[in-house]
């Protein structure tokens, strides 16, 4: 039993990892196309998006060597230096979202629903949030009674700090749950494919973002590009760095706070809910057979309808914990970014695995950081996403290196075993 | 005779279920015999053809086709060989054309477009060549099971195939269909083909085999000549005991009515009515026979009962409760339990494991969950008293399921649904693919559940099935209930009759005569 399924994990490990080894090769074409050098930029793509600050070779993403005043040298194991910030804080900062869409998706997968619905709910869910953020607060120093922020009491504002952000997210979650519900509700009630529901659904949200960022949000700021307020202090989840850990220098730059704690909450809460309840238990068993969910007298459609308003109400929590913790106000090109699509992906090269969405969405994050910071070298940013299109290409030919591994195994072992007959089917019988 | 394939030490151990399904085997094929492969389920039938096929690799072995050594690593590289195989469970495309599904990967192009006319003429040519009739525009999903048998050899023999390899080719087929396969078979053996046939019907053997090997559990045990053993030695050396092909049973003793269909109305699949006003009484204590040519209403009728179907009419009643709009759970939790035709799709989910299998109709029952959490431990267990009680080979708690073979699948599904005396069985091929051995287990767990108080609706297409099984037999022609006949009065000539909508009153002469 535990050799089983330690060969399955390491089956499973491997073609993810050839995958990213053979997406790194395939894209030296295009950074040698822009005229760099191949291992300088990996070097730099890594250190950049994992590594501590001064990381300038391979090794000092393991151990860095620092010079002291001193003049003495001293070694550190790299991911806990955290002189002046550490990469890993923002691959925290950026996975948070990565996780929540991630598994907004693998939800929604694991009833069999290809709902890739995520960016549309995320968006509605970052303007709900952006709103009540700026509104909210705002109603109650009027019944209050106070001016403004800064001239009311403490205790007020200490309350507010615990109870708005709540409501703003509690909100952002309805409002993702209700639009994803739709997809699910047309699926269900009129058979629409739910992939391509999703996809105007999410081109309704991103035109409707626009338009409201545009003109009934747009702060009163005239010379700005288009872009709400920003939110109320009291609705920010103040990073840890501000607050509770304002001394630990590796947090430094790093918007990472209560955030990545929600996030994992729900890794956890989904794992069990997939895993351990009869609901779960209904929307797996619907994905790849309805009509065996059917015979077992499962009630599938209302399991599916669950896992979709589960999925839009984690999307919806995504874009909360990102304008509430990181952006604080939502800009114009927010829309377009692809968080949701980006946990598409996430979930995917994960196969749809729980501890897998954890390990993908950092490493997600790490390259798309270290990319991002690439284009300040002479490198376009762009080729970050060449990479992880050519990793997620090659995972998606799993097939493809299962038979060649197994032909390549037949190829090998008949020689052996035809040398030796005897003794091999002597020990078996 | 020149040795048209042989395996040689072939051996495959299968690490994931810890199962040896190849234990140097030997076999060899003469060119142009018909070799059958008999033994229990899970004795690495499927598994041996499969690697002579290509789809699976043996861990150690020899094969030669037409007396030179080959190594065949792909299916590709077997069709180039000149093998063909048709899968127990097929592989067609249900929403392309007969001929498209045929020329697949092979089609006909001029500069990368296909031409469907051409292709239709083709596979038209092809068939009659063969004298297989068919209608190559025709898509799948519209053809009976034996026309989509004979779509199977076809694709085969466009691809060339001197050696095909049939597994369990009659599991799905009416009689009738199962005669003109065997048939197609012969005419293709006498053509120089060499044939590979897989099944469980020791009679078919008789019939259409020149020679048989018998397998068990992994080891091929005896190749020998039809002519020179009776059904009863494969069976014994299959199973290793002497094995009881008749089923003894006493006369049955019916109580109240369990089941009542009143007049049911049911629609087919393109909408077209199915069932016209069906009228069938089950009673406790009695197993009763559904015959009939499938594709006269039986399906939809059993699909309506079992709630997998809307019914337009009529009503069902299950122990006094009316059930005609019920949902299956509440026909299941009423006492309904329903042995599915199909267990690839409807019985089983292959994506996931057997404890998830086997959890499907108790999930929501105490022990197997608490407050909405499943408990694993309770479902366990469930899993390993069917593995036990049913004898499902090689099976595992926790394992995935797919990779049970034909038969084993067959018994999870037997093992579910048959524990815990429900009091309506609604059995639907409920041997089908299963080994001697198994059958007459099945058999006589199904008496067992009628003399403890089950209501049995059986429907089969063998024949035989329903003639040793039920207590009454109902007849089903067009859609319409012919007759009902007690076991006692029942003869197969009668049946005959009724299934091709004949009568048997006395006051029709002109009948009686014909
Ligand atoms: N891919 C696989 N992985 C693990 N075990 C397998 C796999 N395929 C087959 N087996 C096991 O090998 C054994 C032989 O299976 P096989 O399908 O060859 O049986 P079979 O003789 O065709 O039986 P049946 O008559 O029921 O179809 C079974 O116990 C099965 O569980
Ligand atoms: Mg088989």
């Known amino acids: 039993m535990i050799i089983n399924r330690l060969r399955r994990l390491v089956e499973n490990i491997t073609i993810p990892v050839l995958a990213v080894i053979l997406g790194l090769l395939a894209s030296v074409f295009f950074v040698a196309l822009a005229n760099a050098d191949p291992i300088q930029t990996y070097r730099n793509l890594f250190c ?161 973002a626009i338009w409201l960022i545009a003109f009934p949000l747009r702060s009163p700021d005239p010379n700005s590009t288009p872009r709400t307020d920003r939110i109320d202090d009291t609705a920010w989840l103040i990073p840890f760095n501000r607050v509770l850990l304002p001394d630990v220098e590796w947090l430094e730059g790093a918007r990472v706070g209560i955030g990545i704690v929600f996030a994992l909450i729900a890794l956890v809460v989904i794992g069990i809910y997939l895993y ?43 874009g909360a914990i990102q304008i509430l913790g990181v952006d604080r106000r939502v800009v114009g090109e927010f829309a377009s970014v692809g968080y949701g699509f980006d946990g598409v992906l996430v979930a995917i090269l994960a196969r749809e695995s729980i501890a897998g969405i954890l390990l993908v969405a950092c490493f997600y994050a790490g390259l798309q950081q270290g990319a991002t910071n690439l284009q300040f070298g002479n490198l376009p940013r762009q080729l970050g996403g060449i990479i992880i299109a050519f990793i997620i290409l090659f995972n998606s030919m799993e097939n493809f290196f299962r038979s060649n591994i197994a032909r390549l195994q037949s190829r090998i072992r008949p020689n052996r075993g035809q040398a030796a007959p005897e003794s091999a089917s002597g020990a078996t019988s | 005779m020149p040795k048209a394939v042989e395996m040689r030490h072939i051996r495959k151990f299968f690490p994931s279920s810890g199962v040896l399904a190849c234990d140097d085997v030997n076999l060899s094929v003469e060119k142009g015999e018909i070799h059958a492969i008999v033994g229990e389920n899970g004795a690495g039938k499927t598994t041996l053809m499969s690697i002579l096929y290509g789809l699976v690799q043996p861990d150690e072995g020899q094969i030669l086709i037409d007396e030179k050594p080959v190594r065949i690593s792909h299916p590709n590289e077997a069709i180039h060989s000149g093998i063909g195989m048709v899968h127990q469970h097929f592989k067609l495309v249900p929403s392309f054309t007969i001929a498209e599904n045929i020329m697949l990967g092979i089609e006909p192009n001029k500069a990368g477009f296909i031409n469907s006319t051409t292709e239709a003429e083709t596979v038209r040519k092809l068939a009659d060549s063969f004298g297989l009739p068919i209608n190559p525009n025709a898509r799948i999903a519209d053809i009976s099971v034996g026309m989509q048998q004979r779509v199977e050899i076809l694709k085969t023999l466009q691809r060339n195939a001197q050696i095909l390899i049939l597994d369990e080719p009659t599991a799905v087929l009416t009689p009738q269909e199962v005669h003109e396969l065997y048939n197609v078979i012969r005419k293709l053996a006498q053509g120089g083909r060499t044939i590979l046939l897989i099944t469980h019907k020791l009679l078919e053997v008789k019939d259409v085999a020149d020679r048989v090997s018998v397998m068990r559990r992994g080891r091929l045990i005896g190749t020998h000549n039809v002519a020179d053993v009776s059904i009863r030695d494969m069976a014994n050396m299959m199973v290793g005991r002497e094995v009881i092909l008749q089923v003894e049973k006493k006369p049955a003793q019916p109580g109240d009515i369990v089941l009542k269909a009143e007049n049911l109305l049911v629609a087919g699949s393109g909408g077209v009515p199915a069932v016209f006003g069906a009228t069938l009484e089950v009673r406790a204590g009695e197993i009763v026979g559904i015959a009939g040519v499938s594709g006269n209403g039986q399906t939809e009728f059993i699909e309506a009962i079992a709630g997998m179907r809307p019914v337009e009419g009529g009503n069902i009643s299950l122990l006094g409760t009316d059930i005609t709009h019920r949902k299956v759970r509440d026909r299941r939790n009423t006492g309904m339990a329903h042995i599915p035709e199909d267990r690839m799709t409807m019985g089983l989910n292959l994506l996931t494991n057997l404890d998830e299998n086997v959890a499907v109709t108790r999930y929501q029952e105490e022990p197997y969950s608490k407050a909405g959490f499943l408990q694993f431990s309770a479902i366990r267990s469930f899993a390993q008293k069917i593995i036990k009680d049913y004898q499902v080979k090689s099976a595992r708690v926790g394992e995935e399921i797919k990779t049970l073979s034909g038969g084993n699948l067959q018994k999870v599904v037997l093992g579910r649904e048959l524990d815990g005396n429900p009091k309506f ?74 299934m091709a909508g004949g009568s048997l009153e006395k006051d029709h002469p002109a009948q009686e005569k014909a």
């Open chain 2, 425 to 498: 069985i609604i059995a639907n091929q409920p041997t089908r693919g299963l080994d001697v051995g198994s059958i007459e287990f099945v058999h006589k767990t199904l008496v067992e559940a009628r003399d403890k108080g089950s209501a049995i609706l059986l429907v089969s297409v063998e024949l035989d099935e329903i003639l040793s099984l039920s207590d009454r037999i109902i007849v089903m022609f067009d859609g319409r209930i012919m007759g009902v006949l007690d076991i006692k009065d029942a003869n197969e000539q009668d049946i005959g009759i009724l």
């Open chain 1, 48 to 208: 950049e998006g994992f590594g501590p600050q001064g990381c300038e070779t391979f090794s000092d993403l393991v151990i860095i060597r620092v010079e002291q005043e001193d003049g003495t040298s001293q070694s550190f194991f790299s991911p806990f230096y955290g002189e002046n910030g550490h990469s890993l804080a923002i691959v925290i900062e950026r996975a948070t979202i990565l996780i929540l869409t991630a598994l907004s998706a693998t939800v929604a997968f694991k009833a069999g629903m290809f709902s890739i619905g995520m960016d549309g709910q995320l968006v509605l869910g970052a303007l709900t949030a952006v709103f009540l953020g700026v509104w909210l607060p705002k109603q109650i120093y009027a019944l209050a009674g106070v001016p403004d922020a800064d001239s009311a009491p403490e205790a007020l504002r200490t309350i507010m700090h615990l109870i708005v952000p709540l409501i703003c997210i509690l909100a952002a979650m309805t409002v993702g749950a209700f639009y994803s519900w739709i997809a699910g509700f047309l699926k269900v009630k009129l058979n629409v494919n739910e992939l391509i529901s999703t996809i105007i659904l999410n081109s309704i949200a991103t035109q409707v």
């Open chain 1, 276 to 318: 351990r309840t009869t609901a779960g238990y209904e929307q797996r068993m619907t994905r790849g057979s309805r009509l065996f969910a059917r015979f077992g007298g499962i009630p599938s459609d209302r399991a599916a309808i669950r896992a979709m308003l589960i999925s839009g109400a984690l999307s919806g929590l995504a």
